[in-house]
């Protein structure tokens, strides 16, 4: 598909002078608790961080500087079934580019993927092989950033979102057959692609193996189900166990919960909101205790006005509560579930307890969900965290390559 014939007109970002302005109104105004003996950030954020983002997002961000950066790619905005889509796209360079459309999870914004769109878009420009090349869709996940405001559907979750993107890439943009790749949530967006739309994709490749009935059942909300931790455990493995779950324990109970009523004061208060989303950058990320080691305090703020500019917080943890509470039906009953060609990348910031980073596919191939996936192209790292193509971009970018090599 060339340039000419793509069949929507791009519409640049830009967010209003008046809602930067607001930003900065609230940002000014905010409250502070007390934070009293959280030097060791124990119970959380520490205050003196916050405060630091908070007077440099106010006084030394220059949102406008990010904004040119973002309309360096092509944008869109088109609905899909009376849902607004946004979408950045970097034409493939190639003679005959394969779409491959990108899908994040959470926190993350469309722009995590910025730092392999122009690696996958031109090979040729990094030292590879142009007939590699992909057409790049990177879509705003409904209710997140500038795909916002959602009025219209509050039930939206990963596999009613995999249909969406079925019509975006064949219906609204033309496209015969295409690729798809994801992490977290969007792992499970694109794990529903290979599931149900199997044979009008090339394949997928994700970051993470996960069951697609992940959320299913009614503890949704709990790693270990309820279940107690044995008591002839390894100490490595129970303190990793009790890591992981300090890790990740409150943002799935919070947003499969009642991610409602947090909304309240994170759609209020910019700070907060802040707050709540930099407590998963910083323990979600390979940072090794040094967050701007990943990301500067520019990234970490164009990432959080890209949630603030459309009041996009609520519509955004609400698909963790949708996941469960309309949980995951297979679309057929045959083996793997997920058919389409699938490649892997796992790294060892988020090793199993009690599994080394050089275990890990093994690991992966004894476990039960190895049989879901039609897996062809299996990678481990030892660098990266859970936001793996902004983390090791060259490494996720060149493990997706390996998954497509003669399957186009």
Not at 74 to 98: I, L
Request: with cysteine; proline share 8%; net charge negative.
């Amino acid at each position: 598909m060339t340039p000419a014939s793509f069949p929507l007109e791009p519409q640049p970002i830009h967010v209003p002078d008046e809602t930067l302005a607001d930003l900065k109104r609230r940002l000014a105004s905010t409250r502070w608790p007390l934070d009293a003996g959280n030097e060791d950030g124990f119970y959380g954020v520490r205050r003196e961080y916050l405060e630091e983002l908070v007077r440099y997002w106010i006084d030394e961000f220059d949102w406008r500087r990010a904004e040119r950066a973002i309309n360096a790619y092509e944008h869109y905005k088109t609905d899909v079934d009376g849902v607004p889509v946004h979408f950045m796209r970097r034409p493939g360079a190639g003679p005959n580019p394969t779409p491959l459309i990108l899908s994040h999870g959470w926190p993350w914004t469309f722009w995590h993927w910025s730092k392999v769109v122009d690696r996958l878009a031109d090979p040729a420009a990094c030292g590879g092989d142009p007939s590699e090349s992909f057409d790049v869709i990177v879509p705003s996940l409904p209710g997140y950033g500038f795909s916002a405001p959602l009025p219209n559907r509050p039930d939206l979750n990963f596999w009613k979102i995999a249909d969406l993107w079925h019509k975006l890439m064949t219906e609204n943009l033309g496209y015969e057959k295409y690729a798809a790749g994801g992490c977290d949530v969007g792992a499970l967006v694109t794990g529903q692609l290979g599931h149900k739309y199997a044979s009008e994709l090339y394949g997928i490749h994700i970051g993470s193996g996960q069951k697609l009935s992940f959320f299913n059942g009614d503890r949704g909300w709990d790693f270990s189900g309820g279940r107690p931790l044995p008591d002839d455990l390894p100490e490595d493995v129970r303190e990793r166990i009790i890591e992981l779950d300090r890790r990740f324990a409150s943002h799935l109970a919070v947003h499969v919960l009642d991610p409602g009523t947090l909304a309240y004061g994170l759609s209020d208060s910019p700070a907060g909101m802040l707050a709540w989303i930099l407590e998963r950058w910083t323990r979600w990320s390979d940072n090794g205790g040094n967050l701007e080691s990943v990301f500067s305090k520019d990234d970490l703020l164009t990432h959080a006005t890209i949630f603030w500019a459309n009041n996009s917080i609520e519509t955004s943890t609400r698909i963790y509560a949708n996941n469960n509470r309309y949980p995951w039906t297979p679309s057929h009953d045959r083996w793997p579930v997920i058919e389409a060609p699938t490649g892997i990348t796992f790294v060892g910031y988020e090793n199993p307890p009690g599994v080394a980073t050089g275990d890990r596919v093994r690991n992966f191939l004894e476990s039960d969900r190895a049989a879901w996936y039609n897996h062809v192209n299996l990678s481990v790292h030892d660098r990266g965290g859970h936001f793996i193509p902004w983390e090791i971009p060259d490494l996720w970018a060149e493990d997706l390559l390996r998954t497509f090599r003669g399957r186009r």
